[in-house]
């Protein structure tokens, strides 16, 4: 399974493959315990908007936080090429970045 990962990515080394799973646990992390406090700066709630609201606005903060937090922490760690392939592959999936004529 491993093996396939790097095919699928284009990574030689299992050191390489190592640092890349250890920055998505660390950008995981760091966007969910950072999105915390921006929420109750703007006084958002679960009492005030209720639960259903509450966790779409969360998610909705949560999301472009990851984004520029998988960057920061991808370039900390010598890999910002690789995580901004990565980016610009998934915001394309979603039709937030225009797809180029090299990209497959």
């Not at 921006?38 to 005030?48: A, G, I």
Request: net charge positive.
């Amino acid at each position: 399974m491993l093996e396939r990962l790097k095919k699928r990515w284009g990574i030689d080394s299992n050191f390489q493959l190592f640092v890349i799973f250890i920055v998505f646990g660390i950008t995981g992390s760091m966007s969910v315990k950072l999105g915390q406090p921006v929420l109750e700066y703007f006084d958002v709630t679960k009492d005030r908007f209720g639960s259903g609201a509450y966790f779409i606005l969360r998610i909705l903060l949560i999301f472009p936080l990851y984004q520029v937090l998988l960057l920061f922490f991808g370039a900390l760690f010598f890999q910002f090429k690789f995580f901004w392939q990565f980016e610009k592959k998934m915001l394309q999936k979603m039709g937030l970045y225009p797809k180029s004529k090299n990209t497959k």
